[in-house]
């Protein structure tokens, strides 16, 4: 069956990367939990996408240069009816969320635009103080620190994410010891993506898929995860198996 991973949580329904989000993508029954990890002027890991605090709540500034006092001054809410005061989560509180579940821990390293030298360092003592290891998979668009996690966890919990089409990531993914790719859903289009993936025991995590007769088409190729904004629709789709 085609796992349904909640896109920073149950995002189309609760403030993206909130507690929140991921306590009600875990009552819809998600797989997993996708999550975005940065690092505060204090060395704190908070759970947020962007780079500032802008679009997300009603503060403004950078994520590396505030506190975490300064950023739990900000309202997380974004906009949903019902969730005023908010606070931008620590990793550690997500990853107590899921401790006892079976849900996969997804995190996405955001080292791209800010680099957070040592990032994936500080989270992976994190997750292995949360007593989390075997149930996180390490993601990132950045390669190079992903590549800084080899030899410390198993290629299983590495995840290559790409935006475009890579040409043959099952051989880029077999090369570099990830077990997974997570490519944009749309490079799927190329043949036999996901079947030449699994000859060579690579996964396959397609991101971010909202619509039903895309979730349909994914399951029917074999993709083996789901990252979504609806976690309880698409889930339901899947299960069923036709609209």
Request: glycine fraction near 8%.
């Amino acid at each position: 069956m085609t796992a349904i991973w909640a896109h920073r949580g149950a995002s189309a329904y609760a403030p993206e990367n909130t507690l929140p989000a991921f306590e009600l993508a875990l009552k819809m029954g998600a797989n997993g939990l996708e999550l975005d990890v940065q690092r505060t002027a204090d060395g704190q890991l908070v759970v947020i996408h962007d780079e500032t605090i802008n679009r997300t709540s009603n503060g403004f500034g950078k994520v590396v240069e505030q506190t975490l006092e300064e950023l739990r001054g900000a309202d997380f809410s974004h906009g949903f009816p019902g969730r005023r005061n908010t606070k931008i989560p620590l990793l550690r509180d997500v990853l107590d969320l899921a401790r006892g579940t079976s849900a996969t821990v997804n995190i996405e390293l955001k080292n791209t635009v800010e680099l957070y030298p040592g990032l994936e360092h500080d989270v992976l003592a994190a997750v292995a103080d949360a007593g989390m290891l075997d149930q996180t998979l390490f993601s990132s668009f950045n390669h190079y620190s992903l590549a800084n996690l080899r030899g410390r966890v198993s290629p299983d919990h590495l995840g290559l994410l790409s935006s475009d089409g890579l040409y043959e990531p099952w051989e880029y993914a077999q090369w570099f010891g990830a077990g997974a790719v997570h490519p944009h859903y749309l490079a799927l289009r190329n043949p036999d993506f996901v079947w030449l993936c699994h000859e060579r025991g690579i996964k396959v995590h397609a991101w971010t898929v909202n619509n039903d007769e895309d979730a349909l088409w994914l399951k029917n190729i074999g993709v083996d995860a789901i990252i979504t904004n609806f976690p309880d629709r698409l889930g339901e789709t899947v299960r069923r198996g036709y609209l």
